[in-house]
């Protein structure tokens, strides 16, 4: 199984591994509540570099562009011709765009299964980092519990759902 990120933060670009941050924090609490560990999936980003606006002396996560995203997503599909997954969950909108083309749309699609190019099953849901931004309380924990449901869900597996979408684009 592997889980595919959109791109690294401050801390991730520090430690030079995906999701060591605060939503790497917030995703191991949701993978444990769903009955997966860390060590259980494989776990990339879309785009494997950290952009960044320098203001003053600190750096700002900024959203890599098209062109940059295009670029990176040869480097997710060498590795998923290295690693083979069975299963992908794409978190957040760029990850899933990655995967399922420019109009998809995470607030109507989450949860859902997408079979894709070459046999593979794919869901998306939210990237913690959309979590821990919710504008308030009751944000928070409605997204909170739609990713343990969608993490759930991954781990039964699209065999547990009536319903599997074709995708007709492969990431790469």
């Not at 009955?35 to 203001?55: I, M």
Request: hydrophobic content about 40%; glycine content about 8%; aromatic content about 8%.
């Amino acid at each position: 199984m592997m889980l595919v990120g959109e791109q690294p933060g401050l801390q991730e670009d520090a430690a030079g591994e995906p999701f060591v941050g605060p939503a790497g924090v917030l995703l191991d609490r949701a993978l444990k509540e769903s009955g997966l560990n860390r060590h259980d999936v494989y776990l990339t980003n879309v785009v494997k570099h950290f952009k960044f606006e320098s203001r003053s002396k600190r750096r700002l996560h900024k959203r890599a562009n098209a062109a940059e995203q295009a670029i990176c997503r040869e480097w997710l599909a060498a590795e998923l011709r290295e690693v083979r997954p069975q299963r992908i969950l794409a978190l957040g909108a760029m990850a899933a765009q990655a995967f399922f083309g420019t109009t998809f749309q995470l607030t109507m699609s989450h949860g859902r299964w997408f079979k894709l190019p070459g046999g593979m099953d794919a869901m998306a849901t939210w990237h913690p980092s959309s979590v821990l931004r919710s504008i308030n309380r009751d944000t928070h924990d409605h997204r909170y519990q739609q990713l343990v449901d969608d993490l759930r869900a991954f781990v039964a597996g699209p065999e547990h759902t009536h319903a599997v979408f074709m995708v007709g684009r492969r990431a790469g």
